[in-house]
């Protein structure tokens, strides 16, 4: 408001200089008209009673044209040299200008009468044939009040002005602001908690509605971002706490045991180093995954023999199943089912299947890892005796953070993230992971791989859930 007030003020003092500059000009030209009309009569008379004949004194015919013409006492003739030519009963007269100037043309010079401001033209004319010095002159106070009248005004205009102008441009300032102001307060109620909220977008198309859709824009890209990030946290945390479950397990069975073996207790170690190494590399690929700039990561393929990969992630969690009182156990085909995979998202697939059969399986319990071949599709199935699930879980099982009311489960809840992330590997993969599952007699989870299983690009899990 102040800069729309200044930029008033300056625009006001402007107005005020040029229309007074204008008036000023128009109104001396307005003179200098008048004069060079009394010129062109002079001459218009003198010729005109010549013409008629008349015989009297040139300066009696200057003397009537005086006396009929306003402002006929500022009128004076002088000779080549300088001498009065009329009036003749007059001394040097105090309103011509101090300097005299060349005459060829009509000249204008402002001199002061009686205190009081007057215009004289001063130009060389022929008369009777011999070239005179003539000077005219004309009152300039209508012209000075006129123009001191204006100047009042302007200056008793613009504080009223000034004032108006700072409430105008107060009231514009709020309300063009006004978008700006719900904008602020959109702004900071924004947090992380709440990044799906947006800036109102005013319906004008100026500025400021782009700067409100680039700052959506911006939302949403840091929503994207902060998603993905949420996620890969929350992945991260589910792969981990399963590893570290695997390594507790194993110690806690090698502390317990009595009477074992060092060949025992190496072994048991093994696991441990294994299952921090597989976790390290976890780690490494959860990261790369991160550091990258859209979260795409291109899935590795190679051929893959599932009979290992099963036998692997079952000797993995067989101790955390011997924990918990379960009898894990696999059964594999004669001969080698191989697919194309990537070795460590196939591992963390089998490993939340069998790590989610021995979360809902009670003491006593079994659970079976089975691999077979049949019509040229490999399949993986887990089976389990665990608690089993309703029609309406079994539907929304795979739904990221979704996490049913199984009151008989043994353990604490998870983070409804495991199967949803199966999902996902196995989407990868173009495999489709199913589960049938009956109430108290337990699930069972199918993974039914193509025969061949073109290479890949690993999307961003939000993609491949769609």
Known sequence: MLWYLLVTFAGLCVFGLISYGALRYSLLQGKKNHLQGREDRLLTFLSDNKTKGDT??????????????????????????GSLLFPLNQSTPDWLPANSEDCNHPTYATAILDRKPILVLCHIIQLNGQPVRLHLGGSLEEQYEILQTYRNVLLLLMPGL???????????????????????RAALGIGI??????LPVPAAKDEIQHLAVAWNQLLARLEAAVSRLSQFSADASHDLRTSITVMLATAQLSLHRDGRTESE??????????????????????LSLARSDNFIHEVAFKPINLSDLAVQCCRRVEDLAESNGILLDWHLPRDPVHIEGDELLLQRLLGILLDNAIRYTPQHGEIRAEV???????????????????????????????????RERKTQAGSGLGLSIARW???AHHAAL????????????????????????????????R
Do not use: W
């Open 193 to 198: 908690g709440n990044l799906s909220a947006r």
């Open 434 to 465: 199913t589960v049938e599952s009956t109430p108290l007699k337990g699930s069972v989870f199918q993974i039914r791989f193509p025969a061949t299983t073109p290479t890949a690009i690993l999307e961003p899990r939000e993609q491949a859930l």
């Open 56 to 81: 009297s004194l040139l300066d009696d015919q200057l003397s009537d044209f005086a006396l009929v013409t306003h402002e006929g006492n500022l009128f004076q003739i002088h000779r080549a040299d």
């Open 425 to 427: 590997i196995a989407n």
């Open 265 to 286: 207790y190496r072994e048991d170690l093994d696991k441990i180093v294994a299952e921090c190494r597989t976790a390290a590399t976890l780690l490494d690929a959860l």
């Open 372 to 406: 077979s071949l049949l019509a040229n599709e490999a399949i993986i199935t887990v089976r389990d005796t665990g608690i089993g699930m309703s029609e309406d879980v079994r539907q929304r099982v795979f739904d990221r953070f979704y996490q049913a009311d199984l």
């Open 162 to 184: 000034l004032v108006a102008s700072a409430l105008i441009g107060y009231f514009l300032s709020r309300h063009a602001f006004r978008p700006v102001d719900r904008m602020t």
